[in-house]
Each structure stands twice: as structure tokens, then as C-alpha cells.
């Protein structure tokens, strides 16, 4: 039994959280509190597992919470409930560099808050049993601009999925990785600086101009495209650079999956590695098409192991699939097919 407390100034909203993790018979919602005072005494006294943790609160704020238990003795896991402000953007982003092991985004309006109640209870879940043990990363033995790279494409329920992909995928993989989640403005950063704990290479939020690079990560940055742009590299052999436009939404986001995915088949052709995770909607299916044609290898995960299924199935239906894989063996079978590229040249 997961033993959770939640901490949230909004009566609303304590009892729609209370509500959506009751539910599941694995959740066991042990207590609430209303400020960062009241949780702090509540964490002593209750010992939950996890707390899910707001921002904005009287007294103590939930930035002030995680530092004062970051001496405490025992510190459970912590879930922030963020609000999609630009402010609230930059507190997650301190608040995972305080220790927050991850965050979840309230919807604007109150009344479709009950809406992420699956995710909700995925995430609770999944913190309780994610080790973020790949703090010592070995060094890589490739390095160097990117001739191979990995595009990584998910949606509602991806960044959980991404974790364990993450965390799995070797330093010395020798490829660059690119991902693209979709996220509202702001919040791609935190997730960049969360996925840097878990992953065994290092992950940072691309910037425009940056150059793709075996055995590092990049996170495509929320509002913008990332498109990655032919250059010549080292031993004058072609590479990416990523390129931001503000052009049109695709499929209603921006990052689209897709056109990350375009843009690198068109310059890495046979030397790319598409995966699709969970996600809603159409992003990817044409992207994956691409990837298909100019020769790469296209992935896909298993049903099953998805919140959403929509992403994946836009690449099924376009007849851009290699495999169906479950989330566990993703990373075996990507490191599969990079490393029958090795002798391509780009």
C-alpha cells in the first residue's frame, strides 16, 4: 500500500486529489494538510511515501517544504501540482533543483481538474518504484559530433515511460538523442533537469544552433519547433543542428513530433531511430512515414504499457512500424539498432 499525504491550500482541490487516488486500492491517502507548516508536522507524524505537494501556499510555500526536508531524516517522494503560468513554470524548475522527484500540470479549469486522474494515479505509482540511481554516469566512449541519432516521441503519459527508457539506455550509446514531449511553455526546462537525474547520459533543453552529439540528450524546448538542419562534421561527414521556427502548430503542439522527426530522416536518412510512446492524437504517424522511407528503423511501444495509444497508433495506421515493443526491452532493442548503423556513414 502506497501511503500518500496530500498538501494543497484549496479545500476543491484536496478532495478532488483525495478522491482520484482513492480509486486504486494500492493508494492509501493517509492525510492532508493545508500549508507548508501543517505538512511539515504531518510528514513527522504520518510517514507517507509520497506527498503530492502545491506551490502557492500560506505560511510556508511548497519551495520552502522541500527545503526544510532536505535534512530531514526521512523524506518521502514529492509530486509538485503546478499551475500553467510562466511563474509557476520557473518555481518547478526550482523546485526540481530543490529535490522534487517530479510534477504534474493542473488544468486552467477547475472543472476538468478530474481529467488527470489516470495520470495522477500513474505517476504516484511509478515515483514509488523509479530509482534515480544514475547519478555516477560512466564516461562515454564515443563522443563527437552525432552520425547516428535516436528520436524519442510521446505525449500524455510519456514522461513517465521516458524515465524508464531513460535509465536504461547505456552512456556509451553511440548516438545523439533527441526528444520530443509535448509540454506547455516553461515546463519543458524542469523536465529537461529532471530526466538529468534518471538518464545515463546528460540531458539538457535544446537551444537553437545546438549541434547533436553522440552520447548526450536533448529535449525538444516547448514552444518552438525543433528541426534539425544538415551540417558538415567531423572527418567531413554530415550531422544535425538544431534549428527553432515558430511556424504553425502542428496537429494543434508545438514541439511536433513530426516535424523533428522529418527533418532529421532528411539528413541522418538510414542512420535514424524513431521511437514512439504514450500520447493522444495524430503527432508522429507521418513523422515515423519519414523515418521509414529514408531507410531508419522505426519503434513503437506496446500497448499495454501506455496511458494513451493515439501516437502510435497514427504510425500504425500509416504503415510506419518495424516492431511493437514493451516499454522494458526499448532500450535493448534501440541499442540493437544503432549499433547495426555503426558502419553507415551519413
Request: hydrophobic letters at 40%.
Amino acid at each position: 500500500m502506497i501511503k500518500v499525504l496530500i498538501v494543497d491550500d484549496s479545500v476543491f482541490m484536496r478532495t478532488v486529489i483525495r478522491d482520484m487516488l482513492g480509486k486504486d486500492a494500492s493508494i492509501e491517502v493517509v492525510g492532508t494538510a493545508s500549508d507548508g507548516l501543517d505538512a511539515l508536522q504531518k510528514i513527522k507524524s504520518l510517514r507517507p511515501d509520497l506527498i503530492t505537494l502545491d506551490i502557492e501556499m500560506p505560511k510556508l510555500n511548497g519551495l520552502g517544504v522541500l527545503k526544510e526536508l532536505q535534512t530531514a531524516e526521512r523524506r518521502p517522494k514529492i509530486l509538485m501540482l503546478s499551475s500553467l503560468t510562466s511563474k509557476d513554470a520557473d518555481m518547478t524548475y526550482e523546485a526540481i533543483r530543490l529535490g522534487a522527484d517530479d510534477f504534474m500540470l493542473k488544468p486552467k479549469d477547475l472543472p476538468h481538474v478530474r481529467e488527470i486522474g489516470n495520470e495522477l494515479v500513474a505517476k504516484v505509482k511509478h515515483l514509488i518504484t523509479l530509482s534515480t540511481s544514475a547519478t555516477s554516469r560512466k564516461a562515454p566512449t564515443h563522443t563527437g559530433a552525432a552520425e547516428r541519432v535516436v528520436l524519442i516521441g510521446s505525449s500524455a503519459g510519456g514522461p513517465q515511460q521516458v524515465d524508464t527508457l531513460l535509465s536504461m539506455l547505456p552512456s556509451n550509446l553511440p548516438a545523439g538523442v533527441i526528444i520530443t514531449q509535448h509540454m506547455p511553455v516553461g515546463f519543458t526546462a524542469p523536465l529537461a533537469e529532471r530526466f538529468n537525474r534518471i538518464a545515463n547520459m546528460p540531458v539538457k533543453e535544446t537551444q537553437n544552433g545546438d549541434i547533436l552529439e553522440t552520447g548526450k540528450i536533448l529535449l525538444s524546448k516547448a514552444g518552438v519547433h525543433t528541426v534539425v538542419s544538415g551540417m558538415m562534421g567531423e572527418n567531413r561527414r554530415t550531422t544535425g543542428r538544431i534549428i527553432h521556427t515558430t511556424a504553425p502548430p502542428v496537429h494543434g503542439v508545438r514541439p511536433a513530433v513530426d516535424k523533428t522527426f522529418e527533418s532529421a530522416a532528411h539528413v541522418y536518412g538510414k542512420n535514424v531511430v524513431s521511437v514512439i510512446l504514450s500520447g493522444m492524437g495524430n503527432d508522429a504517424g507521418e513523422g515515423a512515414h519519414a523515418v521509414k522511407e529514408a531507410g531508419g528503423v522505426s519503434l513503437v511501444c506496446d500497448e499495454k504499457d501506455c496511458l494513451v495509444y493515439g501516437m502510435v497508433r497514427s504510425a500504425l495506421r500509416n504503415n510506419a512500424v518495424d516492431q511493437v515493443i514493451p516499454l522494458k526491452n526499448l532500450a535493448k532493442e534501440i541499442e540493437r539498432a544503432v549499433l547495426m548503423m555503426e558502419g553507415n556513414s551519413v
